[in-house]
């Protein structure tokens, strides 16, 4: 199994700034992701972390307003850039791993 | 494009009763699937995991079954207690795009006490 954590749980931001969010493993995986959860939506996948290369992004998301870093097999980033209040969600940091997917806690992001 | 849909969108049940869950989806072309169970404001904690060559899981008072020939999974849940009160989501990973889980629309139960 993999435990997931993130950094902030929780943020309110202005709109036009950017925010960063850390997502850690506890042990290495090969495949990490980043989903977005919209009020009382499902999860959307927004892109595969790589590490050591460009993150992999779904149709309708954007390395310019999403970029992610990978640096090793137990770290990410994601950064939510130039916000608006559309992009009030919750990111949460994914991990697969013998072939089940586990999930960080989340970050809940507000965009005033 | 493969679509995963839950029925009911919501349930309510008083404590005790047995209880089914479904997800249905479009192509049987699955690598494997992942039940979830989500609370408010929280990340998803896995539940159940079967893969293609199986028929069903058991975990506790827990039963998820798979028939990819008709394209569906069942989440049953035992004797159902008030702290089993989530949103709980099915997720599907195809052959081909085993890096891509697609989530289901998700059902919110609560277990009246």
């Known amino acids: 199994s993999a435990v997931i954590s993130q950094k902030p749980s929780r943020d309110i931001c202005q709109r036009g700034t950017s925010l960063t969010i850390q997502c850690q493993v506890d042990?290495?995986?090969?495949?990490m992701f980043w989903y977005r959860q919209q009020p009382g939506q499902s999860l959307t996948l927004i892109a595969t972390a790589n590490q050591g290369s460009e993150a992999t992004y779904e149709s309708g998301f954007v390395i310019d307003k999403f970029p992610i870093s990978r640096p090793n097999l137990t770290f990410s980033t994601l950064t939510v850039s130039n916000m608006s209040p559309e992009d009030s969600s919750i990111y949460l940091c994914s991990a697969y791993s013998s072939y089940e997917q586990y999930f960080g806690p989340g970050t809940r992001l507000t965009v005033t | 494009k493969q679509e995963v849909t839950q029925i009911p969108a919501a349930l309510s049940v008083p404590e005790g009763e047995n209880l089914v869950l479904n997800c249905s989806f479009t192509?049987?072309?699955?690598?494997?699937l992942q039940w979830f169970r989500q609370d408010p404001g929280k990340g998803l904690t896995s539940l159940l995991l079967?893969?293609?060559?199986?028929r069903e899981q058991t975990s506790g008072r827990l039963n998820a079954s798979l028939d990819k020939s008709s394209g569906r999974s069942t989440l049953y849940i035992a004797a159902s207690q008030p702290g089993d009160s989530a949103t709980y989501l099915c997720?599907?990973?195809?052959?081909?795009?085993?890096?891509?889980?697609?989530f289901g629309t998700g059902t919110l139960l609560a277990v009246q006490p």
């Open positions: 192509d049987s072309a699955i690598y494997n």
């Open positions: 997720a599907v990973r195809l052959w081909g795009a085993t890096n891509k889980l697609i």
């Open positions: 042990s290495q995986v090969t495949m």
């Open positions: 079967i893969q293609s060559s199986q």
